[in-house]
């Protein structure tokens, strides 16, 4: 099956700053998901989101960040005020199927490297 | 919670040569298992899954993986690999219950060796 695709493909911001990350899912799926990897470090999960609405969290993902699907196409991350430790490489990922949550595989988007100057 | 286990962070492997890849992971549910594959400066790709019935699964391109319940393992194995198996490979864990988050393991990068 098709992956996502995720744009901007490589993000260098200030800290403090706001920044925006893209996920296009090639197909029209009901559940998304991001993921972060800090360099050397475990692939982490942030959120998953189900018919517009978070479905759940992990302890990384506080108030500092947000998702959205604001024209039922483009899902994003946005980070309101970036942080040195914000740096990692952030994947989007899509279930295989929609609907309820049914242990099916996550299909990954290619990755933003988002660094914090 | 559940969590995941890759004992080695690296395995250099010759061609042709085989090459096994450990996988623990610890939870007090029945979980889903997978392993993904991640290709210098890609993204996270499907290797091979285990959801139920056999516990011997194995890809399209000459990897297996076993199941194995009672030593909570999922270790990937191919027979004979090639220099374009040289890559970093993530074993992760779900939970129908948690709404089928990942939980991955740290990673093994595989280097093949000419």
């Known amino acids: 099956e098709p992956e996502v695709t995720q744009t901007p493909s490589h993000q260098v911001t200030q800290m403090g700053q706001e920044v925006i990350l893209r996920c296009v899912p090639i197909?029209?799926?009901?559940?998304f998901y991001w993921y972060r990897q800090i360099l050397g470090q475990k692939v982490e999960f942030l959120v998953s989101?189900?018919?517009?609405?978070?479905?759940?969290k992990s302890e990384i993902f506080d108030d500092q960040f947000s998702v959205e699907r604001p024209d039922g196409s483009n899902f994003t991350l946005k980070i309101r005020s970036t942080k040195l430790e914000d740096s990692a490489m952030y994947f989007c990922?899509?279930?295989?199927?929609?609907?309820?949550?049914?242990?099916?595989?996550?299909?990954f988007g290619p990755g933003t490297r988002l660094t914090v100057t | 919670a559940q969590s995941v286990t890759q004992l080695d962070s690296q395995v250099p492997v010759f061609e042709e040569a085989p090459v096994e890849l450990r996988c623990n992971y610890s939870?007090?549910?029945?979980?889903?298992l997978f392993w993904y594959v991640q290709y210098p400066n890609q993204g996270l790709q499907l290797l091979l899954k285990?959801?139920?019935?056999?516990?011997l699964v194995e890809s399209i391109n000459g990897f297996e993986a076993e199941f194995n319940k009672s030593q909570t393992s999922f270790h990937l194995r191919k027979p004979s690999v090639h220099i374009s198996d040289t890559a970093e490979y993530f074993c992760?864990?779900?939970?129908?219950?948690?709404?089928?988050?990942?939980?991955f393991g740290g990673g093994t990068r595989v280097l093949v060796k000419p």
């Open positions: 989101f189900y018919n517009n609405e978070i479905s759940e």
């Open positions: 939870s007090s549910v029945s979980v889903y």
């Open positions: 990922a899509r279930s295989a199927h929609g609907g309820k949550p049914v242990p099916y595989e996550q299909y």
């Open positions: 197909s029209n799926h009901l559940y």
């Open positions: 285990y959801l139920s019935g056999s516990t």
């Open positions: 992760a864990v779900s939970l129908e219950a948690a709404g089928n988050k990942l939980t």
